[in-house]
């Protein structure tokens, strides 16, 4: 372009001035038009191209003045015009914008060579040195700049780099666009302030939002989460304010969300950080209403059929125990084999019949806590001890590292830290019971072996095995319920998949945590965390519940004593009112010594009549019968046939 104005302004200053302008600088007129056509289409092109068509905008610019110059040189003295080092200059630089400037380049240089050969008829020798001054610095610039390869849109590396990244990211928001429009759940997308920056259909249909509405407003404005109680969340309990606050994902399933209608319905959210701290957060939530009116159904299903099958299996327990009962039965040894396999279905039925009864309480919140101090090593110890017979008889061994086999003196002089905690021992136990349980049904061979650890607030209890181990995908859904590993090695084992599911919710219930890490086909370890409580608590609390006991007690005591009175108090007023019906007590008249004189005849007893009148219910009549017919036995007689005799005057 400022070669353009130049030779605009050479012309103008020819055309002006004439007499004091150079002849040998003089431009024509065709080529000062070719010049101003170059500069309009050079700066229209400059304004109006975009940033990734600028060098195809250079090469048209680049075109317009190397047909500008050739025209100056056609006009004039050719080869020896003082315009032909700047025609040189510019073929050069042309050649700096790639495979098509090169051959713009040459194309340019080789028309004027050839003009100039045949068209002017110049010497050879003049030929080869006006060709060699041409090409001289059009091949430096080959080698210098020919190395980058704009194709055939005019585009370098970088430009088409940069325009292939550009297209890629279009093409990435456009699917992430179309992925999130498919999604089924509620998505938002909020910056560091918490202002909505996208939602998807899905959401604007549950929270009843349009899209433009929802934008560029706060999400407590348009996702309304509130609690069990139907109050709106404080900022301690909102998941949103959790995640953007600390940068860490927040999921829960507990909370309601309320439409813009005033409708509420039980939601699932879950948020997701974006990058660093600041950057945002991103909201999916869905409905669960009736996926927990379906586990609603199903656990009362569940708890109704477990408790009413619970029974006639105790009672099939029992009566196969009798008959094993050597002092209640007498069977050989084959009948004997046989009811013995019986009575252990029945104790797995009947047990896995109050796992789902536990299941069901769990999930409906009726799992009853009631929590006492325990010393975790000696409590462990105990329930290790009941359950090395069947270690043993499986080949394994048990290992308990803080009290380990061994002669009185070792333990004596052993020294373990003690781990109090707060709980329910029930629970615990169960805990404690299904993982060794476990641990000793998925080990061939090799050992158990168990551990406690922890520090001034948690105490862990471990149990590793050398097992056949979990896969790394089946990790993650190990304590949902009723799920198992389904492999070759657990398909023989069996199992209903509560029992680690149940682990789970009693260790949530007392406050703690379970977890699991393992290795293929190289055993597993359990991690159970359970809160600590220091020396001087757990003392409070035993003295605590060692003055309830004492109430407690006392207050059943004089409760008895209350019973007892009132119980003797009920046989008293009993016996009154059964002596108010005998006759009464006539006391004995004193010795007579003189004879009496003979009693008056009396009349000859008659025969009692018959009698005839309104039925009475004869003893045990149906209560129905009378309730049937009640008038015929609502008069009573005025004369049962008695004959009574006179009152001695």
Known sequence: MLIAIVLIGLYTWATVNPTEANAQLAIPTVAAIAAGLTFTVTLALYFLTPVNRTRAAALTSHSLLLMTLWIVLFLTQGGESNFFGLFIVIVTLTASLGASGIGLAVLALASFLLWEFLGNGIPMGDFIVLAVTGATPLLAAIVLWGREDPGLDGQSHEERSYNELASELSQVAGKSEVVINAITDGVLALDSQGTIQLINPAAQTLVGWSKHDAVTLSYKSVLKIMNAKNVEVTPAEDPVAQALTTNQPVKTDSLNIQTQSGKNFMAAISVSPVGQLGKGVIVVFRDITTERSDERQRAEFISTASHEMRTPVASIEGYLGLALNPATASIDAKARDFITKAHESAQHLGRLFQDLLDVSRADDGRLANNPTVIDVVPFMHEIILGLTPKATAKGLSILYKPMPDGDNDDLARRINPVYYVNVDADHLREISDNLLENAIKYTLKGNVVVDIGGDETHVILSIQDTGIGIPREDQAHLFQKFYRVDNSDTREIGGTGLGLYLCRRLAESMGGRIWVESEYKKGSTFFVELPRIDHDEATRLIEQAS????????????????????????????????????????????????????????????????????????????????????GQYLSRPTNMGINIPPRQQ
């Open 547 to 630: 003055i309830l006991a004492e109430q407690r007690a006392e207050a059943e005591a004089a409760q008895a004593a209350r019973d007892a009175q009132a119980t003797q108090a009920a046989q008293v007023a009993s016996m009154n009112t059964s002596n108010a019906f005998m006759p009464p007590v006539v006391p004995e008249a004193p010795a007579i010594t003189e004879p009496l004189p003979p009693a008056p005849p009396q009349p000859a007893p008659q025969a009692p009549q018959a009698y005839v009148g309104t039925p009475q219910p004869a003893p045990n009549t149906p209560l129905s019968t009378i309730e049937a017919n009640p």
